[in-house]
């Protein structure tokens, strides 16, 4: 008999250590809600989510679609006339690094604001300073879940159509190596232009 080795077949591997389980998922899950029911009680009858603004997705893709951003800027707090310091303490969420780069975003932005305001009921810090009306609203106030506002998107997809005659014979490629081109010698085909007419003017003159 040759002195060989005998098989090892590695059936002791202790599988369990070496991975991560997820058997605690449904407790998770109960414990999540649990915690939002207690947070929701908590700030009650404040709103349980901030009012966040609508952008637009990043990339051409996406640009179509409208979601909840960050917070809003300061230019749109401005124009609904909410102070930067007193949007926080009233539920709006704010983010200084955002910039509205379109008269529509803001638009947007400052008239969902102004619907927050008119839904808004705020009490005087001061107690004697509280009217009855006021503690009355506030007792009859309903919290609200999700965003008060919500995100009402108006977008429709265009309808399918015949590609026309004019589509057909159109070149994508070449038209946009045209322009890249036109583009690329655009100051040089200017500076001509303006020596030729120059120099016809000179000419002009000199007669």
Request: some cysteine; glycine content about 4%.
């Amino acid at each position: 008999m040759q002195n060989k080795q005998l098989p090892n077949t590695h059936f002791r591997k202790e599988w369990d250590l070496r991975i991560r389980t997820w058997f605690d998922q449904p407790g998770r899950k109960l414990r999540r809600r649990r915690a939002r029911v207690a947070k929701a009680a908590k700030v009650a009858p404040r709103p349980v989510e901030a009012l966040r603004p609508v952008v637009r997705c990043p990339t051409v893709k996406y640009n179509y679609k409208l979601r909840l951003g960050r917070g809003f800027t300061h230019e749109e707090l401005k124009a609904a006339g909410v102070a930067v310091k007193t949007a926080r303490t009233i539920g709006i969420s704010v983010d200084h690094r955002r910039r509205n780069r379109s008269e529509e975003s803001l638009a947007r932005n400052v008239q969902r604001l102004k619907e927050y305001q008119s839904k808004l009921i705020v009490l005087p810090r001061n107690p004697k300073k509280r009217t009855a009306e006021d503690i009355e609203a506030y007792k009859n106030a309903v919290q609200a879940k999700g965003q008060v506002v919500p995100v009402v998107d108006t977008y429709t997809p265009e309808a399918p159509r015949a590609v026309t005659a004019e589509e057909k014979q159109a070149k994508a490629f070449v038209t946009l190596r045209e322009a890249r081109g036109t583009n690329k010698v655009a100051g040089r085909t200017a500076k001509t232009i303006a020596y030729f007419k120059e120099k016809k003017e000179n000419s002009a003159a000199k007669k």
